[in-house]
């Protein structure tokens, strides 16, 4: 086996490579006593209001789409066309079988 590079210590085996380890009690305590220190027990804060938010969502938006690709004229009509006779080629086969075992099923049970 070969043995991997670095620390794989983690804080609940009390071998944490940065400085003093909470046991899982202390941690909970922590939590509950609203300590920051600790992980947890503190709300996120939001930041700006609802209506900051929505905006700066609708702005993103908008700047992921500029980025976007469109495709020509041509490659629409070309990608629409292969699309459709996908289509029609696949409903054609699907037919072919179901008919083909309508005929089946009628010869074995009259």
Known sequence: MTETVGSTATPESGNSAGGEDLSRRDRKRARKAGDPES????????????????????????????????????DLTSYTT????????IMAIVYGLDTGFVKLAQLVFG
């Open 39 to 74: 992980k947890g027990g503190r709300k996120r804060d939001k930041g700006p209001n609802i209506f900051k938010r929505t905006a700066l969502f609708y702005r993103q938006i908008i700047t992921e789409l500029r980025k976007v690709v469109w495709p020509s004229r041509s």
């Open 82 to 89: 292969v699309v459709i006779v996908f289509v029609v080629v």
